[in-house]
């Protein structure tokens, strides 16, 4: 049995420019074991991640974000 959890992150400092940074994130958090679906949305400024919390927990998708650049809050 899987725990699929619904995690939504806000991107602090407007962060999220423009479409070429939703691109960004969702590549990078896509390719994270565990992640099903990531949205992000540079008008609300959030990204929304689908995961298998049994694989990733959702610390590490909030990490990884901030690795490539976005800073959380």
Known sequence: ??????VELTVRDKGI???GCEARIESV?????GVLRVKADHATQKVNVTLDTDRTPADEVKQRLELVGYRTG
């Open 1 to 6: 049995m899987t725990n699929i959890e619904q």
């Open 29 to 33: 958090l896509g390719k994270v074991p």
């Open 17 to 19: 420019h423009c479409s």
